[in-house]
């Protein structure tokens, strides 16, 4: 059976390491799969599993309406290849549900080919409106893959699916793609980063949901114990006001305290940032799923996360990871203050943090999980 997946994020914003970890995991399977991704994507050598990088230009500064019609050219191309290459399923991953979704499964339904579709961001559930547009698109899909049982239920409540055509398949790790050259030393030292003070790292996107001013607001508790730690904070800002962050770091004198890196972070740096970090913090208001949890937990980090339900579904406090009281600044500073005061301690929860990642969210396992469910379809 031949698989393709149909992804046309990929190197652009970091999709890739999720891309090719799964059409690893079903080559594993016994599965051809084909990825269809961005040609912002570096492909590496001797891959089990054939890549086009055939949705070319349709990221950039360019006019959105030519973006647009470049994507629905190579949307269609990559079907057809697909078809040419008689591939059986398409698998979509979706974050948004717009007229191009739409699109991306009413072609593959005239097509001919059954439709999988990972749904990656229940929180873009904003609305009534995306309410009617999710459920519009992903109707149209024969199964839908949620990486959660706490978004599987959302897409039941919210998006009306029926049980039987949703499954839970977790979020793979990022152990196949970390380079184990790079020592914590040298990473500080290529950032500019002291090599003898406590590190805290934010990364990722900066939005209001990620709550980086909780962290912000647990620094001068935390700092008043720890005086030399470090807050990096490394990421793009997205749809926020930064320069609200700026002001309470000037009005409250943690310039010394936190360094920004207030920008997209390429492939080529994210190690450096984590292997630098002494405690990798996602101070969430509201998420499903987080890439950067696993990622974290991938490079052998301590993680700290808000006690949302899709986070405690994979952190357990004092286990493999902290968990502090969502939205409560003073419940992060104690946290933090107690992992930074027992290394020894968390040292133990690091370990038991990346046995997780390699227990629970290996690719082959969700290889193998992904096949069964392509078989349910009688493929």
Known sequence: MRVAIIEPVGGHRGMNYYDFGLAGGLAAGGLKATVYTSDRTVVPIGVPFQVKCSFKKVWGDTPKFLRAARFIACLVYSLLDARRMRAIIVHYHFFHYSFLELLCVTLARALGFRIVITAHDVESFGDSNSFTSAAKILSRADRVIAHNEVSKKELISRINLSPSRLAVIPHGNYLDWIPNHIEPSEARRRLGLPLDFPILLFFGQIKAVKGLDVLLQALPQTVARFPKLKLVVAGKVWK????????????????????????????????????????????????????????????????????????????????????????????????????????????????????????????????????????????
């Open 240 to 379: 926020d006001d930064f320069s609200k962050y700026e002001a309470f770091i000037r009005e409250n004198n943690l310039e010394k305290n936190v360094i920004l890196n207030i920008r997209y972070i390429p492939d080529d740096e994210v190690a450096l940032f984590f292997r630098s970090a002494d405690l990798v913090i996602l101070p969430y208001r509201k998420i499903y799923q987080s890439g950067v949890l696993l990622m974290a937990m991938s490079y052998d980090v301590p993680v700290m996360v808000s006690d949302l339900a899709g986070m405690v579904e994979i952190v357990k406090d004092g286990q493999n990871g902290f968990v502090f009281r969502c939205g409560d600044a003073h419940s992060l500073g104690e946290s933090l203050i107690a992992a930074l005061a027992d290394p020894r301690h968390r040292g133990r929860v690091t370990s038991a943090g990346y046995e997780t990642v390699v227990r629970n969210h290996g690719w082959n396992r969700i290889g193998r999980l992904t096949v069964e469910l392509y078989r349910s379809l009688g493929a």
